[in-house]
């Protein structure tokens, strides 16, 4: 069995034990930002993903669940959750970049990269440095993104960038409510991934 088959193999593993591994193991919920945090530069977001690779061999492999984000533009902190609700794995990535990624069985793990530690948890490439710029309705300082469509507003609608086919069709105050990601990585297949952004309580 591959490195990959492993992955996806545990993934299914978690999402199936989620519930249970929810109150003993799996890290809390991200806390929410105060208005004063959101006025210093920090978003937080939470809502629904869906990620799916289509192999060149014509394996397919789909994940779906929830995910709560935090970034205070500093640092960051991603929690990933079973589509029941339950928090198998969350990444924290330092203002210096480097990551730590806690599994729900206690699992640490560190990385020079976010993304590394995502495609562990995935089993697919996920954008995370990219979404840092992307959930804020902005692109990326490097490398260089091309942009295909604005809204009124002149907010980025379809770009593509670091590899990326990014479509956003909704936006609120914050930024992105609804976004498709599409990727063809070279050797492997391609990625199709959706967020969908749950509307913050009044």
Request: glycine share 10%.
């Amino acid at each position: 069995m591959t490195a990959v088959a492993r992955r996806r193999r545990a993934w299914a593993a978690l999402l199936l034990a989620g519930a249970v591994l929810a109150g003993c193991a799996a890290p809390p919920a991200v806390a929410p930002v105060d208005e004063a945090a959101v006025s210093a530069g920090a978003i937080a977001r939470s809502g629904r993903f869906a990620l799916r690779s289509d192999e060149y061999s014509g394996k397919q492999h789909a994940v779906q669940g929830g995910f709560a984000w935090r970034d205070d533009g500093r640092a960051l902190t991603l929690d990933l959750s079973s589509p029941m609700g339950a928090i198998i794995a969350r990444v924290e990535v330092a203002p210096d970049g480097r990551a730590v990624l806690t599994e729900a069985n206690g699992t640490v793990t560190e990385a020079d990269t976010a993304e590394a530690l995502v495609e562990r948890v995935l089993g697919s490439p996920f954008p995370v440095q990219g979404l840092r710029y992307w959930l804020r309705g902005g692109l990326a300082p490097s490398p260089a993104a091309q942009v295909q469509e604005r809204d009124a507003q002149g907010r980025p609608q379809a770009f593509a960038q670091a590899g990326w086919q990014v479509r956003v069709t909704d936006y609120d105050a914050l930024g992105p409510v609804r976004m498709e990601l599409q990727r063809d990585e070279p050797g492997r297949g391609r990625i199709q991934g959706r967020l969908v952004i749950t509307p913050p309580a009044p």
